[in-house]
């Protein structure tokens, strides 16, 4: 069983996220700030991220740096949810390595199947070459 770190600060979202992957047999668990979803991926180790860019204090973008800067989390895949387009601009032009991106409004069924995508991904790259 997948767990799935949700980042968020707006609740309504996190209840949506982790309703509907709950419901496909996943695991959640949410941070409602940056830094708190910098401490639960270092504790809990996911197997998936969904972050969000607009949080207060630690933005998305800078937790994806520090995610990709700590050896421990490097490997974890994250699909980023962004509200506007600049954001998708700077998440492509930054190389910030995001695994996907969504844009808000999004459709839950879309994010889990695409968080399914993403961990089949992770799962064949792992079985498929070695180390990376
Ligand atoms: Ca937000």
């Keep these: 069983m997948s767990?799935?770190?949700i980042v968020e600060d707006e609740k309504d979202i996190v209840e949506l996220i982790k309703?509907?992957?709950e419901?496909?047999?996943?695991?959640t668990i949410a941070a409602y700030s940056g830094e708190e979803a910098l401490k639960s991926a270092k504790d809990k180790k996911p197997d998936l991220i969904i972050l969000d860019i607009m949080l207060p204090?630690?933005?998305g973008f800078e937790v994806c740096k520090q995610l990709r800067a700590q050896p421990e989390t490097a490997n974890i895949?994250?699909?980023m949810l962004t509200a506007r387009r600049e954001e998708i601009d700077k998440i492509l032009g930054l190389e910030?390595?995001?695994d996907d991106y969504m844009t808000k409004p999004f459709s839950p069924r879309e994010?889990?199947?695409r968080a399914k995508a993403v961990l089949r991904r992770k799962v064949s790259g792992e079985t498929g070459g070695g180390e990376v």
Aim: glycine share 8%; net charge neutral.
């Design 3 to 5: 767990l799935v770190l």
């Design 19 to 21: 309703y509907n992957l």
């Design 23 to 27: 419901r496909s047999a996943f695991t």
């Design 57 to 59: 204090g630690v933005d």
């Design 77 to 79: 895949p994250i699909i």
């Design 96 to 98: 910030l390595g995001a």
């Design 111 to 113: 994010l889990v199947a």
